[in-house]
């Protein structure tokens, strides 16, 4: 089991350190596995700052009552001890992964940046973006920041086909319980994504047809669309045009997945339809604590500043795989370059890169044949007269998708 470096931005106080300083003091951390009931203590721990990344814990402190904490809450950004405490412990609920990271390590790379003049790694914000920033992170340091839940259906067929027993029958059996949904997968299991020389009319012939992994993906995207609502009228176009938004790079980046070969195309519009999944909660909060931005460019700029960090609480909170950290991220970094073959944010890049060009939405975009990631796509046909001519044979299965996922 490898550490995952992404999620050093947000553990405290880890996220204070020079991003180099953060990947050599995780060079240096050490991952343990716990069993049920196995104990830790702060007396023996002293050293380290220990995170919660797996399972479920117990904490038990003198005079106090026992605490469960969840790596899927936002607690476990945290240390599990605090500082200076030597008399608690913690006891596995469950199986459970905790990761180390020496303090003395940690204290050093703090010395350094402040003798050498470094300052903390920022982002430019104002005066109001700034308040808003802050508020929210520690609305999401206290617990307190509402986090979109996945929709139960979605929860209930990932977690069924996390056992290798599970058949089509068991999941259209959960998926029978919303006609909604029926009506969707029988339409994906007839349309596009997979067509086949007879129609289908049942939910377990379509689940049959699609695939297990695709119908979960494609579970997990149709109930999303439950979230994208609002009660403010104020953010309720917002909503709408971030829904029709998500739906483009959705259906796109899954006809260019399909169409090159690369990639999972069911995967690709499931990242197509989260790659903002963080402007929610952020949309969320201003229309809970009722502030009023009447400014459409402050609004952008807040949203733009957060959405990259709360988009990566989300997809956490989920439990959803790790490649849609740098979907959520990065999604408009034009110039990423990864090693190796093209990943899911590459994919989503171009696809961001088409529709920016079919609305003709030129500003600082970068001409095709200079973005890294359609290098990888297609190596050796990288000209602009290339690139028009995919984008054009994808157009109709475009359509298709969005047709699919508006309906």
Known sequence: MQFDNTLLKYLVPIKQLQSEHRLQIADQSQLIELNLGDELSANEEHRWFIYLIKGKLDLLEINKQSVLLDAADARAYHPLFNEGERKTRLIARTGCVVVRFEKQLFNTFVDQELLSGEELETVEMNEVEGNLFNEIMHAFNMGNLKLPSLPDIAVKVRNALASPDTSADDVAR????????????????????????????????????????????????????????????????????????????????????????????????????????????????????????????????????????????????????????????????????????????????????????????????????????????????????????VFQQAHEEITSIMQLLKM
């Open 174 to 389: 959960i998926v029978a319980a919303d006609p909604v949904m029926v009506t969707r997968l029988i339409k994906a299991a007839n349309g596009p994504l997979n067509r086949g020389v007879d129609p289908v009319c049942s939910i377990q012939s379509a689940i049959v047809r699609l695939g297990m992994q695709t119908s979960k993906e494609l579970i997990t995207g149709f109930a999303v669309r439950q979230l994208f609502n609002t009660k403010s009228k104020m953010l309720n176009l917002r909503m709408h045009e971030l829904y029709d938004h998500s739906v483009d790079i959705a259906a796109i980046s899954f006809a260019l997945s399909k169409q090159s070969g690369k990639l999972s195309p069911d995967h690709m519009l499931l990242a197509g339809l989260l790659h903002e999944i963080g402007v929610i909660p952020i949309l969320g909060y201003i229309e809970d604590t009722g502030l009023v931005i009447t400014d459409e460019a402050e609004l952008n700029s807040i949203i733009k500043q957060l959405r990259g960090a709360v988009g990566s609480m989300v997809i956490r909170h989920w439990g959803l795989s790790n490649d849609l950290f740098a979907v959520v991220e990065e999604f408009e970094n034009w110039q990423r370059q990864e090693k190796g073959d093209i990943d899911t944010c590459d994919m989503i890049i171009i696809a961001q890169i088409y529709r920016r060009l079919k609305y003709h939405q030129l500003e600082g975009l970068p001409t095709i044949n200079e973005v890294p990631a359609f290098k990888k796509l297609y190596p050796g046909n990288q000209n602009t007269d290339f690139a028009q001519k």
